[in-house]
C-alpha cells in the first residue's frame, strides 16, 4: 500500500518556519504522510490565485490525496473551515473561495469542520493552519471518515469567487491575464478551444495594450528569441510569451489587462 499523499498550498514563503511546523504536525498525526508540496508562492492572501493552483494541481494526484490548502486572510474570524469530497480527493482549508472550482461540481461533499477533539490544544487564533487544518488533513489522510470532522453544509452556501469569462464584444472576443508565472509568462482566461472556435478555422490575432500577435503558435521554437508570442499552455488556455524572455517585463502587461483576440480579415 502506497503512502497517503498530503499536499501543500500555502501563501507562507520560505523564510519563516511555517511549513516546516505544518509539516511536523502532519508527520505527528501520520508518520507515514508523504508530504508534496505544491508551493508556499502565492502572493500573500491572493486567494484567487491560490484557487487557480489547486484548480491546475489537484486533478494530477492519485485517488484518495488530501490537499491541504492555507491561504486565510480571515484566519481567527467567523469564516469556516471546511473539508471536501471532490472527484475521489480531500480537501481541506477556509472557506474563502479557494474551494471554487469544486464547489462548482455536483458531486461535491462539503463538511463543516467543528469537531474540537480533532485539533490541537489550545488553538491559536493566527495559526489555525497548525492546529486546526493540519491536524484534520492528517486524520483525513489516514482514512478517517469526512464525516467524523463536522457536520454536512450545503456546497451553495459555501463562498465562491466570482467567475472571470472571456465574452465577445464587437466582433472581438475579450480575455484577461490571470496571472503571470515564474518565468514572466503571462496566463490568461481564455480556452484554446473557445479561441479556435471564435477564430472559425481561420487565423487570429491578439492584442495586449498596444502590442499585437498575429496568429496562435503550437511551440516557443516557432518565433525567434525575443519575439512576443501567443500559444496553448499546460492547462489548455491561451499564454502570451517572449521566447526567452519576460513577456510581463517586456510589455508592461498585467494581472487583469485586457487580452483581445480578434479574426483576421482573409
Known amino acids: 500500500m502506497n503512502d497517503p499523499i498530503i499536499t501543500l498550498t500555502t501563501d507562507f514563503g520560505a523564510a519563516d518556519e511555517y511549513v516546516g511546523v505544518l509539516k511536523g504536525v502532519l508527520l505527528t498525526g501520520l508518520g507515514n504522510a508523504n508530504i508534496i508540496d505544491i508551493t508556499h508562492t502565492i502572493p500573500p492572501q491572493d486567494v484567487f490565485h491560490a484557487c487557480r493552483i ?3 494541481s489537484a486533478p494530477y494526484f492519485p485517488p484518495a490525496s488530501v490537499h491541504l490548502a492555507i491561504v486565510d486572510p ?5 469564516r469556516r473551515i471546511l473539508a471536501l469530497r471532490s472527484a475521489g480527493q480531500t480537501f481541506v482549508g477556509p472557506d474563502n473561495g479557494i ?42 489522510a489516514g482514512g478517517m471518515d469526512i464525516a467524523e470532522t463536522g457536520r454536512p453544509v450545503p456546497r451553495e452556501s459555501c463562498v465562491r469567487l466570482s467567475e472571470n469569462e472571456p465574452y465577445q464584444s464587437g466582433g472581438r472576443l475579450v480575455g484577461s491575464v490571470l496571472a503571470k508565472d515564474n518565468f514572466g509568462n503571462l496566463r490568461t482566461n481564455l480556452p484554446e ?3 479556435k472556435d471564435f477564430g472559425g478555422g481561420g487565423t487570429v490575432t491578439f492584442q495586449i495594450g498596444t502590442l499585437v500577435i498575429d496568429n496562435l503558435n503550437s ?3 516557432d518565433r525567434q528569441r ?10 489548455g488556455f491561451i ?4 521566447v526567452g ?22
Open 239 to 242: 499564454e502570451i510569451a517572449v
Open 219 to 221: 511551440v516557443y521554437a
Open 74 to 78: 480571515g484566519v481567527g474570524s467567523r
Open 99 to 140: 474551494f471554487t472550482p469544486f464547489l462548482n461540481l455536483d458531486s461535491t461533499i462539503v463538511y463543516h469542520v467543528t469537531n474540537e477533539r480533532l485539533f490541537r490544544s489550545p488553538v491559536s487564533p493566527t495559526f489555525h493552519g497548525r492546529d486546526i487544518m493540519a491536524p484534520v488533513a492528517a486524520r483525513l
Open 193 to 195: 478551444q473557445r479561441v
Open 54 to 56: 489547486l484548480a491546475g
Open 226 to 235: 525575443g519575439e512576443l508570442i501567443a500559444l496553448t499552455d499546460s492547462q
Open 245 to 266: 524572455g519576460d513577456a510581463a517585463l517586456v510589455t508592461g502587461i498585467g494581472i487583469g489587462d485586457e487580452v483581445i483576440v480578434s479574426r483576421q480579415c482573409r
